[in-house]
């Protein structure tokens, strides 16, 4: 997710960090879905729009199972990124 992600170019020259917690459903063929910003930085809301837009693009993810049949999951992932500093 890192390579994709473009930090927001407002928030990087305001010195903002980013940080959002999203929960999203794995399906039974691995696709995401359902993705809801659950933490979020109130100074940065586009930092949680392209948290969303890359881990929509993501490749398909390992579904869980049950009894040896993949089920749909909820997952939880953080994205936490810093503005770095000049030297």
Do not use: H
Not at 18 to 42: M, Q
């Amino acid at each position: 997710m890192q390579e994709k992600f473009e930090y927001p170019e407002r928030c990087q020259s305001e010195g903002i960090n980013g940080y959002v917690l999203l929960k999203f459903v794995v399906d039974v063929d691995g696709s995401i879905s359902d993705v809801k910003p659950i933490e979020t930085t109130a100074d940065c809301p586009e930092f949680t729009k392209e948290a969303i837009r890359v881990l929509l693009a993501a490749p398909k993810w390992t579904p869980a199972q049950n009894g040896g049949k993949p089920v749909k999951a909820y997952r939880k992932i953080p994205i936490k990124l810093e503005v770095a500093e000049e030297e």
